[in-house]
């Protein structure tokens, strides 16, 4: 199943950033400390070194996501060139007060004074860009909201007579390219509800979760996940709460819905989806299929 969301409006965001990028100094992107490669756009990244622009890749919602995993996440995106990685939980001010000062250390031909620092915040629907824009500023200037696709169009704000800040749309890109990758966005309320059954994400949902975090499904809902799949766990799930329709059928849109608000609101636990190990096994895993696939195709030619 491929999960596909890109909203007209986010054509038109793409190509002002571009523009926009001209004149800024420093990238912030945003993403979902869960799944901090998965909410990466790849086109933030293009643009960004096509004018050699410095990132700086805010792991987001931090207070949600596994220390240890951000710990190596961190790690990761630190050893690549052009970038510093650190993590944030908007409800915490030292996180937001530092964000500043990385930025003018990323750019410290901006501080001698004559133009002001110039910052852009990028990155995926729902990732918590406006809510860190309003930390910034200490003020309301950015609508918040849990759901994708909130801000719409571009606005720029001085954080001080040294500091201008962008804030954008979030962004998605027009093909995500990685079958899990669609589903972790969309359990992360990155997409649109409309894109995807919420029933196949939540199935997507239980099998990470089933992997990595058992017991914390255990403790959360009592039950032993042993020899359980995503399917199954929603099944469990949806009995243990009770949700039986009509004649006692079991209603798995609501059971879905309750394993996906768990997670997203944080009451299951501190929870990563990915690390950059499991990553590299998903993308090692999918080069082996695509490879036999096409050693498949090229018997079945031979083969006519």
Same mark, same amino acid.
């Given at each position: ?186 359990? #992360? ?5 409309? @894109?995807?059954?919420?029933? *196949?994400?939540?199935? /997507? !949902?239980? +099998? ?69 190990? #499991? ?5 090692? @895993?999918?080069?082996?299929? *695509?490879?036999?696939? /096409? !050693?498949? +195709? ?7």
């Amino acid at each position: 199943m491929t999960i596909q969301w890109f909203p007209g409006h986010m054509n038109s965001a793409r190509r002002k950033a571009a523009e926009t990028m001209a004149n800024i100094d420093v990238v912030i992107e945003v993403v979902d400390a869960r799944l901090p490669a998965a909410s990466s756009n790849p086109m933030i990244d293009e643009l960004r070194r096509q004018r050699q622009r410095p990132c700086l890749k805010v792991l987001n919602k931090s207070d949600l996501a596994d220390p240890e995993a951000t710990r190596a996440w961190l790690d990761h995106f630190n050893a690549r060139p052009g970038i510093k990685a650190v993590p944030n939980c908007c409800r915490k001010p030292g996180d937001v007060a530092r964000i500043p000062k990385l930025c003018q250390q990323l750019a410290p031909h901006r501080n001698d004074g004559t133009k002001p620092l110039r910052m852009m915040i990028m990155g995926i629907p729902n990732v918590g860009k406006s809510t860190l824009m309003n930390a910034l500023l200490k003020r309301k200037v950015a609508k918040v909201g849990d759901e994708p696709a909130v801000t719409k169009s571009q606005q720029r704000l001085d954080i001080s007579p040294t500091m201008t800040l962008t804030d954008t749309p979030g962004l998605l890109w027009p093909k995500i390219e990685h079958e899990l990758d669609g589903f972790m966005l969309a359990a #992360s309320h990155a997409v649109g509800v409309n @894109a995807v059954s919420e029933e *196949a994400v939540a199935f /997507a !949902l239980g +099998d990470i979760l089933l992997a990595r975090y058992p017991q914390l499904l255990a403790t959360r809902y009592r039950l032993d996940p042993a020899g359980l799949d995503g399917v199954a766990l929603v099944e469990a799930v949806g009995r243990k709460r009770g949700c039986l329709g009509k004649g006692g059928v079991l209603d798995m849109e609501k059971a879905a819905l309750i394993l996906l608000g768990d997670y997203r609101s944080g009451v299951l636990g501190a929870i990563s989806l990915e690390t950059p190990q #499991s990553r590299e096994q998903m993308l090692a @895993a999918e080069a082996a299929r *695509a490879a036999q696939a /096409a !050693l498949d +195709d090229a018997a079945d030619e031979g083969a006519t």
